[in-house]
T-cell receptor
């Protein structure tokens, strides 16, 4: 039962353009969402997060949008840079109770072409 | 300031052998989490430990898998009598306090890639 879904296994964009990575979730109990970035042979590193009380959070080139009614979130990277090429994981958490248990999607491989 | 360390980075075992994976959390972190990533899958939570305590092992297979985080030394994930289906990347993460300073943020190690022949 995939509670967090990233339906695009891969995405390719040109340097300088916008990258949009999508994520859907099914569990309405999730109320906090995170994006992790992962390079080959490394562990995931935290990128940006958003609480369900917000619909947008911005950090430099990275913006995460949350649509609670659609159970959908997206990560926007603009402008995209070659160093952004990595696998991006969407993760969700329930802030009450087991607020340490991250539920991950399968990831989207982003390739930014120079 | 060393990050989360895991060793070995690569481990090859034959079916029926034991695998021991080690994780040293970041300095000052007393909460450790283990995740498993099967091929073509996302990371899946296995177990959450504090020093000398297993807090939540709801993601651990019921048999052959065990984890510990002793008072001294690294956290150990132990897999007995490995089978081919255990081949995966095993990631350890740590956090400084329960729930972390930033909700849900955990610092991950580079992982151990286990291959069972």
């Amino acid at each position: 039962d995939q509670q967090v879904k990233q339906n695009s296994p891969s995405l390719s964009v040109q340097e300088g353009r916008i990258s949009i990575l999508n994520c859907d979730y099914t569990n309405s109990m999730f109320d906090y969402f995170l994006w992790y970035k992962k390079y080959p042979a490394e562990g995931p590193t935290f990128l940006i997060s958003i609480s369900s009380i917000k619909d947008k959070n911005e950090d430099g080139r990275f913006t995460v949008f949350l649509n609670k009614s659609a159970k959908h979130l997206s990560l926007h990277i603009v402008p995209s840079q070659p160093g952004d090429s990595a696998v991006y994981f969407c993760a969700a958490i329930r802030s009450g109770g087991s607020n340490y248990k991250l539920t991950f999607g399968k990831g989207t491989l982003l390739t930014v072409n120079p | 300031n060393a990050g989360v360390m895991q060793n070995p980075r690569h481990l090859v075992r034959r079916r029926g052998q034991e695998a021991r994976l080690r994780c040293s959390p970041m300095k000052g972190h007393s909460h450790v989490y283990w995740y498993r990533q099967l091929p073509e899958e996302g990371l899946k939570f296995m177990v959450y430990l504090q020093k000398e305590n297993i807090i939540d092992e709801s993601g651990m297979p019921k048999e052959r898998f065990s984890a510990e985080f002793p008072k001294e030394g690294p956290s150990i994930l132990r897999i007995q009598q490995v089978v081919r289906g255990d081949s995966a990347a095993y990631f350890c993460a740590s956090s400084p306090i329960y729930g972390t300073t930033l909700l849900g943020e955990q610092f991950f190690g580079p992982g151990t890639r286990l291959t069972v022949l």
